[in-house]
């Protein structure tokens, strides 16, 4: 690493997530503060946020609605469960955000991303059991997804490397294809349509008996993978496939939700709609950890058949449903939707998809992918050093003032909403003058 040396006091109890520890000792990356578009570093190194913190800060850092209403709750009702009772801005912030997301019934409220996956999959497979349809328990997951971190996440997951301390994971889950092709490179749009796309779930389907499965679920833009865009027709092929065979279908929106692509859901963006669909990141701004599970009227429904006196689901979290939670996501999609920031980010899709495709022809730089505000940048691995020209790249621009995420040989970047053409581009020179100057 070669990032701007800071020196915080760095205590041995802290134990970070996903982390080269050791690394991080020799050359730590610190913040102390953030505002708008911008991380400070302690010594006052302002670094252009070009991650939205970890693709989560749609709305640009400590934006003042969203602090004041967190500030309000904190003293009004600090806590209260969610086992047998709750509180209005549960209720209130529910109603908002089904009234954001058309087609689903009812919001259940987790802690995170990874939480609100498991949940789906609890549901999932209880919504079939309700219906006296016990032996669908199997699920299908996609190659390169990423589902959180959690046992069940995990398990649908398509990311070996996050698996392979961890198993066995969970039995009878499959995975199909990715729908992407090498050959098709710094496309302009979406890849085209094709029968072939989902050729491998047809052949899971056919092996494993469709009567057997009780959910799909996908990202419908691949986000920590890569940024893999859904060719054309896709998901309607699968949502097509999912109704054929009775298969719950779940859209993972913890990335692509709340503006990613120009809409509040890559459900209205793409016109697809799923069953269940996970929410998180973008649904307080990071301000507060929070996730939530939806699903519509036909499987909250099918849960409410047994004794009026027993709970339907038994599942949840102590913080589900959290005070300053539902604080901060009320805020959050009032800045969201007052402040126009939906409509900004399909303004700025366009042009910020233009400027990183005009690094085709920079050194090491072998594909570029986009979909509204998340693209990829794929660069050529050094020879028997995958990662690492990723991670020069990346320390590069963050001493240059710019913050993206290399995941592994691919630089991965979701801006806040509020990015400017201007802020774009300084995000494309900063990565054009690394790629120039590191081998």
């Given at each position: 690493m ?9 205590e041995?109890?802290?134990w ?6 050791r ?6 990356m610190?913040f102390d ?8 570093t302690p010594?006052?190194h302002r670094v ?15 934006h003042p609605r969203?602090?004041?209403a ?20 549960a ?6 955000l089904?009234?954001a ?8 409220f987790s802690?995170s991303?990874?939480?609100a996956?498991?949940t789906?999959?609890?549901i999932?497979?209880?919504?079939h ?5 016990a032996a669908?328990t ?16 995990l398990?649908v ?5 996050h ?7 969970l039995?009878?889950?499959f995975?199909m ?5 090498p ?8 890849p ?8 491998g779930?047809d052949?899971?389907?056919?092996v ?6 009780a959910?799909?679920?996908?990202e ?5 993978g890569g ?11 699968l949502?097509?496939r999912c109704?054929?065979?009775g ?14 692509l120009?809409?509040c859901?890559a459900?209205e963006?793409?016109g ?6 996970t ?8 301000a507060?950890?929070m996730?939530?599970t939806?699903?519509d ?17 038994m599942?949840g ?5 959290h ?19 939906f ?8 042009p ?14 072998i594909?570029?992918r ?7 940048v794929?660069l050529?691995?050094?020879?028997g050093?995958p990662?690492?020209?990723?991670a020069?790249?990346a320390?590069a621009c963050?001493t240059?003032?710019?913050l ?7 630089m991965?970047l979701s801006?806040p ?6 802020q ?5 020179e900063?990565?054009?003058?690394a790629l120039?100057?590191i081998?």
């Open positions: 070669n990032h701007l040396p800071n020196t915080p006091v760095l041995d109890g802290v970070l997530p996903f982390t080269a520890m690394g991080f000792t020799e050359a730590p610190i503060r953030a505002e708008g578009m911008h991380y400070v010594e006052g252009l946020d070009m991650m939205a913190g970890l693709w989560c800060v749609n709305a640009g850092h400590a969203i602090t004041a967190i500030r309000e709750a904190a003293g009004k009702l600090d806590f209260v469960s969610s086992f047998r009772m709750s509180h209005p801005g209720f209130a912030f529910a109603r908002r089904l009234d997301v058309p087609g689903m019934a009812r919001a259940f802690n991303g990874s939480e996956v498991d789906a999959l609890k999932a497979r209880g919504y059991r309700a219906r006296g349809d669908r199997k699920f299908i997951g996609r190659a390169k997804s990423y589902h959180g971190v959690g046992f069940g996440g398990s997951g398509g990311i070996a490397r698996k392979r301390d961890f198993g066995p994971l039995a009878d889950v995975h294809p990715l729908p992407h092709d050959a098709q490179r710094f496309l302009r749009d979406r085209p349509a094709g029968d072939h796309w989902l050729a779930l052949d899971i389907l056919a494993q008996d469709p009567s057997t499965v959910a799909i679920i996908v419908p833009v691949t986000g920590s940024v893999y865009p859904p060719p054309i027709g896709y998901l309607e092929a949502r097509a109704d054929r065979h298969i719950l279908l779940i859209f993972d929106e913890v990335i692509t939700g709340f503006g990613r120009g809409a859901t459900a963006a793409l697809v709609w799923p069953d269940i669909m929410l998180a990141k973008g649904l307080t701004n990071g507060v950890p996730g939530a939806l699903v009227g036909r499987v909250f429904d099918a849960y409410m058949q047994g004794p009026a006196g027993a709970p339907e689901l599942h979290y102590t913080y589900s449903a005070p300053l939670a539902c604080a901060a996501g009320m805020a959050a999609l009032d800045a969201y939707q007052q402040e126009g920031m409509e900004a980010s399909a303004r700025i899709a366009q910020f998809a233009a400027a990183l495709l005009a690094l085709q022809g920079a050194p090491h730089v594909d570029v986009h979909c509204g505000l998340l693209a990829a794929e050529e691995p050094r020879e050093a990662g690492a020209r990723g020069a790249v320390d963050f240059d003032g710019v993206v995420r290399a995941a592994g040989d691919t991965v801006p909403l509020v990015v400017t053409e201007a774009v581009a300084q995000t494309v900063a990565m054009a003058r120039a100057t081998g």
